[in-house]
């Protein structure tokens, strides 16, 4: 399928504001990263623990943290989840790194305990109570099995009652977002004795436990290593196939618009102030390839075209082998960016980096193919005229495979 036909689009004659726009945005990211927000990591690399929760209602992100204060922790972030009803009334709480795994399961702890003590909305927690909200099916089913409200007796019968009227309402409180809005509303899923029992020795905190998140400083540094040897090691593989494939002045342009691409992805999670994780890092290694397939379609028309016309001008058989892949490449990259424009919208809040940093690479690597590679071949080539040597892209010459 062919969206244009006999395209005539001078590309290499806006090359300066290709190079400006270029210019601005990787600027902006470098003084971002250096000046401003820096590089935001996720608990992934820089270590720490990390809590999510979410509240009954919407929680008042002052308040924990004046509760945070009180209770010792230091530079605690609590940011505020926005998005769909699924996601609403979420907060996620990050303590920095620490010194040992050991601190970081303290202040896990003290987390939960600062939660408990300073924000819940039911006060009524105390010895041999259970917070319905917060326990597990495991820790309900052994609770009333102690408790006993239906005098049942000690055997393995008994055991196995109490561990299904808790999975009963461990699945209630799944259904209705993690929180039961009122202990009255289990008499659908629990017997009358167990509803009492929990009326009388059990309450709601107002919040639930999403999620805890556990990486110790070690990790988090050893996972920042790996992630940027995976993405060095990428670029320098590409590099060495396309020096094989083409010549070397075609890897090193590949190599060029791919970083390119990758500094300004970074650079706009860094102007974005969100963080960087292993999926993002995941998302780059995606695009790093994407990218450089988009940049071969292009560097395959080129030499296809320089073996049929051997004195044209350089620069006109790249425009002419920009705009025979035109349709190609809006197609194939169009498609592809509504696809993770849908994921970015409507992926909720897990796959948002990931998605982001997709969206932001198609686009830009998209753009780096015509605009920073193919330049690059011309600029080359010129520069190597003017010194008087010989051309590295002659018509003639076959690839080798």
Known sequence: MELFHDVKIDWLGKKWYFLGFSLIFSVAGILSLLFWHGLPQDVDFRGGTVVRVKFDQQPNVDHIRAAADRAGLKDVRIQSITGSQAVSNEVIIS????????????????????????????????????????????VLADWLTQKDPEHLGASDTTEQHYAQQ????????????GLIDSIDNLSSV???????????????????????EIVGPQVGAQLKKQALLA??????????YLWFRFELIYGVAAVVAVFHD??????AFSLTNQEISLTVIAAVLTLVGYSMNDTIVVFDRIRENLRMTRREP???????????????TVLTSGLTFLTVL????????????FSFAL????????????????????????????????????????ARV
């Open 342 to 353: 849908s994921l970015y919208l409507f992926g909720g809040e897990v796959l948002h980096g």
């Open 262 to 267: 990758t500094l300004i992805t970074v650079g």
């Open 231 to 240: 993405t060095l090691y990428s670029l320098a593989g590409m590099l060495v």
């Open 314 to 328: 350089l620069a006109d058989v790249v425009n002419r082998s920009i705009n025979q892949t035109l349709s190609r």
């Open 190 to 212: 629990t017997t009358p004795a167990v509803l009492a029992e929990l009326k009388q020795d059990s309450y709601l905190s107002g919040f639930t436990i999403r999620n805890v």
């Open 359 to 398: 969206v932001i690479g198609i686009l830009i690597g998209t753009y780096s193919s015509i605009a920073v590679a193919a330049p690059m071949l011309v600029a080359y080539q010129e520069w190597r005229q003017g010194r008087g040597k010989a051309a590295v892209l002659p018509a003639a010459k076959k």
């Open 95 to 138: 303590l920095a790194q620490s010194a040992n795994e050991t601190s970081l399961d303290q202040g896990r702890a003290t987390i939960l305990r600062t939660l408990e003590t300073n924000y819940a909305h039911n006060s009524a927690a105390g010895p041999g109570k259970i917070d319905l909200d917060n326990a597990g099916q495991n």
């Open 166 to 177: 808790a999975a009963a309402i461990f699945s209630y409180r799944n259904q209705h977002s």
